[in-house]
T-cell receptor, first 116, second 114 residues
């Protein structure tokens, strides 16, 4: 079974600090994608960053970067220079194909609060 | 480019009733997936439709069903509602060339069963 684990239910940092959210996953698949989604109070799930498993280079999107350790099945998200607007639930997700259909498995989420 | 539209945004139903939720994907997308989000269980996959066919189904009872129309709009139906069905129901659309690799989410429908 494919599982995603986020071990930090809640985190809180001061504005402008750097914060790292942890995620581990378990899979026997070789070809998959990993994502970090942000869900603000507006409820919409917004893609923050994605990583293809076959790529060794860590993905970066402006202030957001990942540390992808394939052998360790670890996929952490680093937010640099955090902003008040980064306050949200963050979900790590794993996407794979099953019988030709794609499936997305989510972790339980980390509630991140950025304090002024 | 319009995003994924889910209607209604909020819904209150009574136990035993049935409900239908709607999802209009991004124009040109043929895949629609549904997820249930609750505080206790997190985000759980319900089903995925592609070109009017259900391709994948999660571990939910038969009271949960869905369908997809020829214009790719999808509906999900929950019959004989239970209190535990109270949740945020999210829909995601995907298609070729989607830079989100198949998942652009709507804002969800908040269902409350009383």
């Amino acid at each position: 079974a494919q599982t995603v684990t986020q071990s930090q239910p809640e985190m809180s940092v001061q504005e402008a600090e750097t914060v790292t959210l942890s995620c581990t996953y378990d899979t026997s698949e070789n070809n998959y994608y990993l994502f970090w989604y942000k869900q603000p109070p507006s409820r919409q799930m917004i893609l923050v960053i994605r990583q293809e498993a076959y790529k060794q280079q860590n993905a970066t999107e402006n202030r957001f970067s990942v540390n992808f350790q394939k052998a360790a099945k670890s996929f952490s998200l680093k937010i640099s220079d955090s902003q008040l607007g980064d306050t949200a639930m963050y979900f790590c997700a794993f996407r794979y194909l099953i019988q030709g259909a794609q499936k997305l498995v989510f972790g339980q989420g980390t509630r991140l609060t950025i304090n002024p | 480019k319009a995003g994924v539209t889910q209607t209604p945004r909020y819904l209150i139903k009574t136990r035993g009733q049935q409900v239908t939720l709607s999802c209009s994907p991004i124009s040109g997308h043929r895949s629609v997936s549904w997820y249930q989000q609750t505080p206790g269980q997190g985000l759980q996959f319900l089903f995925e439709y592609f070109s009017e066919t259900q391709r994948n189904k999660g571990n939910f009872p038969g009271r949960f069903s869905g369908r997809q129309f020829s214009n790719s709009r999808s509906e999900m139906n929950v019959s004989t509602l239970e209190l535990g069905d109270s949740a945020l129901y999210l829909c995601a659309s995907g298609g070729q060339g989607d830079t989100n690799y198949g998942y652009t989410f709507g804002s969800g429908t908040r269902l409350t069963v009383v």
